[in-house]
């Protein structure tokens, strides 16, 4: 009984003011509604991986995404080639001043 009587006098010395215990009200409502939230977006996450069309979308992007990817590096390495090859003889719709070139009047 002497542990309960320490506690009652803990308890007696605490200020408890009815303000605090509106704010953790609303506190822990918030917090309880934000879990809640974040546990229907986890089963909405759940219904999709057990569907077999949101899997196939997904596959579908992440391979055209891919495919675009590749696309990109191609090109880009293409234009390198080509700019480098310009770069060394001209490009065809300008003059090279290192090429001669003669007109005919």
């Known amino acids: 009984?002497?542990?309960d009587q320490k506690k009652l006098e803990e308890w007696s010395k605490i200020d408890c003011d009815a303000t605090e215990f509106d704010k953790l009200e609303s506190k822990l409502e918030s917090q309880l509604e934000e879990q809640l939230?974040?546990?229907?977006?986890?089963?909405l996450d759940r219904e999709k991986i057990g569907n077999p069309d949101s899997i196939g979308e997904?596959?579908?992007n992440v391979?055209?995404?891919q495919f675009l990817n590749q696309v990109?590096?191609?090109a880009g390495?293409?234009?390198i080639k080509v700019g480098s090859i310009y770069s060394l003889f001209?490009?065809?719709?300008?003059?090279?001043p290192l090429i001669c070139q003669t007109t005919v009047v």
């Open 58 to 60: 997904t596959v579908k």
């Open 1 to 3: 009984m002497n542990d």
């Open 63 to 65: 391979v055209w995404e």
């Open 37 to 43: 939230s974040d546990l229907e977006s986890l089963e």
């Open 72 to 74: 990109g590096v191609v």
């Open 77 to 79: 390495e293409d234009f």
């Open 90 to 96: 001209g490009h065809p719709n300008r003059q090279n």
